[in-house]
């Protein structure tokens, strides 16, 4: 993903690196086992035009697993997925028959806490101006990156009920914010502004409302802006920073906020930028495994009928070779993208024809024709 003024080098540390790689593949459940086996198609035929070795290895957790087998992340998964892989592939996890959510919070949240991937970088790109809902927006306004903090806050299950089901029923769930948490993943977003020489770094809150949470926030951030002269940082209010999302965005670049705030924006940004079909997402630990996944979830309205947009998946295997330092095969992902959008081979929600299988196809074929002569070395 390319947002604005971006040079050639990656902003993210690379990971691990080499001429080949290991991928833990979990599909998920629902259309994440349509998609997921999409992006696969794209991540082989891009690095064997690179002179890449890729390997994947697949695991059935999710709700099938769980309904059978009481299993939901199995014992020492975290260990095995830090120790033997290079990056994980996720589809979604969300499943009608489970409404308590128990095994993708167990699965999805378990791996984000335990392999502290406390990065959540959703780029948001307009690739092609036909499909914002915005009037009169092109390619050129919407081009930014939200990263949200993704091991922390209203997230981590602290909390409880009291008096569950009667009139005096109480719920309390904890916001958790510390010291460490938050100036990692501030200090990130300065870090990618200035590797990829971007101008603008937002920092969004509620301080004025949240008076102890987000004061952690507030004296995090005027510490470590002060670190970064060159970039011009500022501070919106969550519900002012969404009103000028779809306001004016062109007037951001790097966007950096807290757990919660950072799951509803960067669902705003992703119909800014033509919906969730399209919108892929990066849970990263800058030093260890990372985990790649589309924005959106396993979709039981859709799942089944072989019509999911594969392309949100196909651009998260893409933030993944960007991760391991494989620039060009990660640009020649991006590439297809454009090119099915430009010439509508594309699924039913994008206005296309194609199935998610044809639609994956049409990508794998376009990255297969390109010639990466310098990649590999
Ligand atoms: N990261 C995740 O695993 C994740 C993220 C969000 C939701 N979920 C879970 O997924 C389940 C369904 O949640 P939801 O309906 O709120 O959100 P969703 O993202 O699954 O679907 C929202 C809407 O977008 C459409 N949509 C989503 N992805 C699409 C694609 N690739 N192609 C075409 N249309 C697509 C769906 O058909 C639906 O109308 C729930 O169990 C939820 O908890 C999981």
């Known amino acids: 993903m390319t947002p604005q003024n971006a040079p050639q080098s990656s902003g993210l540390p690379a990971k691990r690196g080499g001429s080949g790689s290991r991928?833990?593949?979990?599909?998920?459940?629902?259309?994440?086992?349509?998609?997921?086996?999409?992006?696969?198609?794209?991540?082989?035929?891009?690095?064997?035009?690179?002179?890449?070795?890729?390997?994947?290895?697949?695991?059935?957790?999710?709700a099938d697993k769980f309904l059978k087998e009481g299993i939901s992340l199995p014992l020492g998964a975290e260990e095995i997925l830090r120790d033997e892989f290079d990056a994980i592939l996720l589809g979604a996890l969300g499943d009608p028959r489970l409404p308590s959510n128990k095994h993708a919070a167990d699965i999805l949240l378990g791996l984000r806490f335990k392999l502290d991937l406390y990065v959540n970088a959703r780029p948001v790109e307009l690739f092609d101006a036909?499909?914002?809902?915005?009037?009169?927006?092109?390619?050129?306004?919407?081009?930014?990156?939200?990263?949200?903090?993704?091991?922390?806050?209203l997230y981590v299950g602290m909390g409880g009920i009291f008096k569950k089901g009667t009139a005096d029923e109480i719920a309390v769930q904890e916001d958790i914010n510390t010291r460490k948490g938050v100036e990692r993943i501030i200090r990130y977003a300065f870090e990618y502004a200035r590797r990829r020489f971007l101008k603008h770094v937002c920092m969004s809150d509620k301080s004025n409302a949240l008076n102890f949470a987000h004061d952690l926030w507030q004296r995090v951030f005027a510490e470590v802006r002060r670190e970064y002269p060159e970039i011009e940082s500022r501070h919106l209010y969550i519900d002012t920073l969404s009103m000028e999302m779809v306001r004016d965005?062109?007037?951001?670049?790097?966007?950096?906020?807290?757990?919660?705030?950072?799951?509803?924006?960067?669902?705003?940004?992703?119909?800014?930028?033509?919906?969730?079909?399209?919108?892929?997402?990066?849970?990263?630990?800058?030093?260890?495994?990372?985990?790649?996944?589309?924005?959106?979830?396993?979709?039981?309205?859709?799942?089944?009928?072989?019509?999911?947009?594969?392309?949100?998946?196909?651009?998260?295997?893409?933030?993944?070779?960007?991760?391991?330092?494989?620039?060009?095969?990660?640009?020649?992902?991006?590439?297809?993208?454009?090119a099915a959008l430009r010439e509508n081979q594309v699924t039913?929600?994008?206005?296309?024809?194609?199935?998610?299988r044809t639609a994956g196809d049409w990508l794998a074929n376009f990255i297969a024709k390109q010639r990466l002569s310098e990649a590999g070395k």
Do not use: Y
Not at 276 to 287: K, Q, T, Y
Not at 348 to 356: K, M, P, R
């Open 130 to 153: 036909r499909f914002t809902p915005l009037r009169d927006r092109t390619e050129r306004d919407i081009r930014f990156i939200v990263f949200r903090e993704n091991t922390e806050g």
């Open 348 to 356: 039913a929600d994008l206005g296309g024809s194609l199935g998610t």
């Open 249 to 338: 965005p062109r007037q951001f670049d790097v966007i950096v906020t807290c757990n919660l705030f950072g799951d509803i924006i960067s669902d705003l940004g992703a119909q800014l930028a033509g919906g969730l079909g399209l919108a892929p997402s990066g849970n990263i630990n800058p030093e260890s495994t990372s985990l790649f996944e589309p924005v959106h979830g396993s979709a039981p309205n859709i799942a089944g009928k072989g019509i999911a947009n594969p392309i949100g998946s196909v651009l998260a295997a893409a933030m993944m070779l960007e991760n391991f330092g494989w620039e060009r095969e990660s640009a020649v992902m991006e590439a297809a993208v454009r």
């Open 23 to 62: 991928i833990a593949v979990i599909p998920g459940d629902g259309i994440g086992q349509e998609v997921i086996p999409e992006a696969c198609k794209a991540l082989s035929a891009a690095a064997a035009a690179g002179n890449r070795r890729i390997e994947f290895v697949h695991f059935d957790w999710g």
